[in-house]
């Protein structure tokens, strides 16, 4: 695979995981007061051992976003190592744009190239339909009528 399509897998990789990170962190994050306007929301029941709960449930939802925190961090050292990776452009602009020219021409000259192939390829087949046509002309000449 080239470091191209390499970067896109990577980045669509990245993405998927920061949206997940984000994800969790809103769905975990605490309930914040917006505005001293609004009341106090009422006291949800709670169970005997909710106590319990809560706090597992707050240490578990900080250990999953520590994890997710550094595998995010992770992906983007790895990004990094793969744009390091990238070939460096040697002359700056103006050399790419003249290599970018020499590409073109020599493009074209393949192109020209291939046409003429195609053109010579498509004569020979006229030939070849004609001679066939002929041959089958002759074949049926042959044949005697009932």
Not at 52 to 72: I, P
């Amino acid at each position: 695979m080239d470091i191209i399509s390499q970067l896109q897998e990577h980045v669509n990789s990245t993405a998927s995981i920061a949206f997940n990170t984000f994800g969790t962190l809103q769905r975990d994050a605490s309930p914040a007061r917006l505005s001293a306007n609004y009341p106090e929301p009422p006291p949800a029941a709670k169970p005997a051992d909710a106590a319990a709960t809560a706090a597992a449930t707050t240490a578990n939802a900080v250990e999953q976003s520590k994890l997710m925190a550094t595998e995010l961090v992770k992906a983007a050292k790895q990004f990094d190592a793969l744009v390091a990776a990238l070939p460096l452009s040697e002359g700056g602009e103006e050399a790419q744009l003249k290599r970018i020219a020499e590409l073109q021409a020599e493009n074209d000259a393949v192109g020209q190239e291939l046409q003429k192939q195609l053109e010579a390829a498509e004569k020979e087949l006229k030939q070849v339909q004609e001679l066939f046509n002929q041959a089958s002309d002759n074949c049926f000449n042959l044949k005697k009528p009932d």
